[in-house]
């Protein structure tokens, strides 16, 4: 198969050959990237600004997303009515990270995970709950000995003059 490869026409060019070739555009794009967060997720980060943790509520099911949702992933129904959910719950998933979120190697390691929030309208078990993906203050030996997992923990929060209303206004989630 690697002969026939070999055998298809074409010229191979040189680097200089390359680089002479007619309508050949050399530029570096100045790709600027707006993103907006939309009404629903707006009024989360303002909640967060604000040291709440806000979701949305289904009026059929009664599940509460948090993140917030303005449709219910289930029910197939918007989302009606804002509720501010407990700000505890338990660890759900934790590991330890030696890369900072800018992709740099970090002197200590973190600890990142998921974190079950305790919001009513699920059941124990089930797969599916509202909760957040978060930096978690806890020894990096409580996830290698399984002790994190199940930990009920509280959000830490960053004083109120330094929030601005996004995700790292909570600093951590630390033990209770």
């Known amino acids: 198969m690697s002969s026939k490869i070999n055998k298809l026409p074409g010229i191979k060019l040189k680097e200089k050959e ?33 040291g709440k943790i806000l979701g949305r509520k289904c009026p059929k099911c009664g599940r509460i997303f948090v993140p917030p949702r303005s449709y219910c992933e ?43 929030l305790d919001v009513p309208g699920y059941r124990d078990g089930e797969y599916e709950f509202a909760g957040l ?3 978690i203050c806890v ?12 930990m009920k923990v509280k959000v830490r929060w960053k004083p109120k003059e330094e929030r601005k209303g996004n995700i790292l206004d909570i600093e951590c989630f630390e033990p209770l």
């Open 18 to 50: 390359m680089y002479s070739l007619i309508g050949l555009v050399e530029d570096m794009p100045q790709a600027k990237y707006d993103f907006a967060a939309g009404t629903t997720i707006s009024k989360f980060l303002e909640g967060l600004k604000e």
């Open 74 to 116: 289930w029910c197939h129904v918007a989302t009606n009515e804002w509720v501010e959910v407990p700000q505890t719950g338990e660890i759900h998933t934790a590991v330890i990270t030696y890369i900072s979120t800018k992709r740099e190697k970090i002197e200590r390691p973190e600890v990142v995970g998921t974190i079950k």
């Open 133 to 135: 993906f978060h930096k």
């Open 139 to 150: 020894d990096p030996q409580d996830v290698i000995s399984g002790k994190a997992i199940g």
